[in-house]
């Protein structure tokens, strides 16, 4: 079975400063994508970065990085230069690979950032 | 940019009443799905749909649940016979090919009282 596990229910960081969600997660599928979104409080389902298993460097987006280990299957979120409109819900997600699926995301339970001014 | 577009936002109905929530993907995405989060819950897939037949479906994706594409840009995902336990957020959601990243629709929050 897939599964993601996120083992920070709730994180906060200062406005500025950088803050890193973890994200492990476990598949025997070599090939698979990984994703970080981010829910705010509007509960809208918003991607952040998207990681290709198969690609050895780590996708970065403006401020927001990974640091993908496949080895030890960890997948985790960098934020640096934390904003207010940071605060929100960040929900890691694997992409299925198995068996004819057509890459439905498994998500881990998410992690709750505040950024505090 | 273009939008995955979801009807209505918030739907409140009675157990054992049926609903109908709507979608439009991005039109020139051919992956479709529906997921749902209970209220301070994970999102959990329930069901994916390609070239007008599901494609996949979770253990949450009972009789009570169907979908469509009824005519070429809506996509609906209808509860027949809603219980409580249905009160959660909807996402619909596209992708324009298997590999691609998902769009997520602002979702529906379907209450059932």
């Known amino acids: 079975a897939q599964t993601v596990t996120q083992s920070q229910p709730e994180m906060s960081v200062q406005e500025a400063e950088t803050v890193t969600l973890s994200c492990t997660y476990d598949?025997?599928?070599?090939?698979?994508?990984l994703f970080w979104y981010k829910q705010p409080p509007s509960r809208q389902m918003i991607l952040v970065i998207r990681?290709?298993?198969?690609?050895?460097q780590n996708a970065t987006e403006n401020r927001f990085s990974v640091n993908f280990q496949k080895a030890a299957k960890s997948f985790s979120l960098k934020i640096s230069d934390s904003q207010l409109g940071d605060t929100a819900m960040y929900f890691c997600?694997?992409?299925?690979?198995?068996?004819?699926?057509?890459?439905?995301?498994?998500f881990g339970k998410g992690t709750k950032l505040s950024v505090k001014p | 940019e273009p939008e995955v577009t979801q009807t209505p936002s918030h739907q409140v109905t009675q157990m054992g009443q049926e609903v109908i929530l709507r979608c439009v993907p991005i039109s020139n995405h051919l992956y479709f799905y529906w997921y749902r989060q209970i209220l301070g819950q994970k999102v959990e897939f329930l069901v994916s749909f390609y070239n007008n037949e599901i494609s996949e479906k979770s253990e949450i994706f009972d009789d009570q649940f169907s979908v469509e594409r009824p005519d070429g840009s809506n996509f609906t995902l209808k509860i027949r016979s809603t219980k409580l336990e249905d009160s959660a957020m909807y996402f619909c959601?596209?992708?324009?090919?298997?590999?691609?990243?998902?769009?997520f629709g602002n979702g529906t929050r379907l209450t059932v009282t």
């Open positions: 990681q290709e298993a198969y690609k050895q």
């Open positions: 997600a694997l992409d299925r690979r198995d068996g004819g699926s057509q890459g439905n995301l498994i």
């Open positions: 959601a596209s992708k324009v090919r298997v590999d691609s990243p998902l769009h």
């Open positions: 598949t025997s599928e070599n090939n698979y994508y």
